[in-house]
């Protein structure tokens, strides 16, 4: 009797450890420790800004085990507070000798846990490893990580006891750049050159004249370089203008801050008297002038002198020829075109936003339309003195389009052509708009921080007494040459 008992125990522990195939042998249950990590899954990125790779949100780490015919076994979920660390799950009842495929997922939701807050990313067909599907729905990632995704498809040994599994990047990184917002280099609605009339009235004799004239902005012959022609207004009543080789001044146009900048002391090429006439911007301190730089702000349509702009005498008395106070508005005519500036920019791209595997392997396709694109965009009235603003998204890899496009209030007016550019898990890429030129280039490669324009600085020269009590003196003016 006592033989039969421990007999009856034996084979109802071996129910519970044990169960017989259809080939009636024994198949042993057994379990696998793995342990997810996804601690080194930004190493391979290098941000543009150290704030680039901020969190905001928690990381949710979803994992599918799959049995050796490819339907679940067993899936689950936990959350970490960022792209670092690990946690370990048990799978047990594991048979056989086949190999499980395990499926892991990392991306962002928003805090607190909430699995509802619509992350970038959702996984469906989950029943089975060959309809697995990994969704993009939002690529917009501004400057936190909401749009990166790592994963893991490995298999897992029911005999391998432990596991680690290193969650690698699913997708690309890629900065989209905005140059020379401010530029409006070229012809039509992003020009500068052209005619600009103004009237202003000159503060530095009493009874000062009031003048209405014109100018003109060209390009010059290097990159940046303008030439604005005719600026004085009491040289060209002496008719000494450009047509005559004189009252002709170079500058650069900067395009951090949207000004054109003529550099102090420029021969007019005109003389008063015997002695020179010079070029001068100014600036106002207890009562003098003191030379610097003469800077215009370039505006919708119009050039504005931001400081004092006179021409100096350079004789005994140090007088001014004529000053004019800052704010002097030049007007374009030479079309409602000249001196615009687009309302918007943006760069688009078409990209992959579906994830799925064959062989355990991923294979990335999209699901928009042709005319259905992704555009991130800039308005340059809200950064007036940057030159380039960068923005960036997490894109699944393959063959993307891209295209720059131009708005006035708007309306597109320009557009470049669409090119296709191949994105690789786990790169970075540089799209990049010039919006003086309307060119549009793009690169793969490790991006770093640009240096800031250097600001210019002035030195003051000896000081001009302003606002003289003294009549306007009968001139004699002549070009320098005669």
Sequence with gaps: MMKRLILAAFAAACLLA??????????VRQSVDVTIRVNDVLSGYTPYRTSDFSMSDDVLVRYFLY????????????????????????????????????????????????????????????????????????????????????????????????????????????????????????????????????????????????????ITVEEGSTSGEVIVKNLSPTLLKYDLDADHNCNIFTGTYDEASGTIVLPRSQNTGANSGGYAIYLEGGREDSGYIYF????????????????????????????????FAPGVVFTSTSGTSVGKEASQYLTGYHNNDIMRFQNNQPVFSCSLGEINNNTY???????????????????????TRIFGRSLMDGNVYETTPTQILSLKAAKQYAIDLDCGSMELKAWEGTLSGKSLLSKRSFQPTVPIPASADFPRPNLSITKASE
């Design 18 to 27: 044990c169960q017989k195939n259809d080939g009636g042998g024994v198949v």
């Design 377 to 399: 965009s800039l308005t340059p009235s809200r950064y007036p003195n940057s030159n380039s603003i960068y923005g960036w998204v997490f894109l699944f890899p393959g063959d």
């Design 292 to 323: 610097e730089d003469l800077v215009l702000a370039v505006g919708n349509g119009t050039l504005t002198t931001v400081n004092y702009m006179g021409t100096f005498v350079d004789n005994e008395a140090g007088d001014f020829l004529e000053l």
């Design 67 to 214: 049995d050796p015919s490819g339907k679940l076994f067993n899936d689950g979920q936990f959350f970490l507070s960022e792209f670092s660390g690990e946690q370990t799950v048990s799978f047990s009842d594991l048979s056989g000798s086949e190999n499980y495929t395990l499926a892991a997922f990392a991306y962002c939701v928003d805090g607190n846990n909430d699995t509802d807050s619509e992350p970038a990313y959702t996984i469906s067909g989950t029943s089975e490893l060959s309809t697995l599907t990994v969704t993009q729905e939002d690529e917009n990632a501004y400057t936190e990580l909401w749009s990166f995704l790592a994963y893991a498809m490995t298999p897992i040994s029911p005999s391998a006891g432990t596991v680690t599994v290193n969650l690698a990047s699913a997708v690309s990184l890629v900065y989209l750049s905005w140059d020379n917002i401010h530029a409006n280099k070229g012809g039509g609605p992003s020009s500068i050159y052209g005619d600009y009339t103004a009237t202003a009235k000159d503060i530095y004799w009493k009874d000062g004249e009031t003048f209405t004239w014109t």
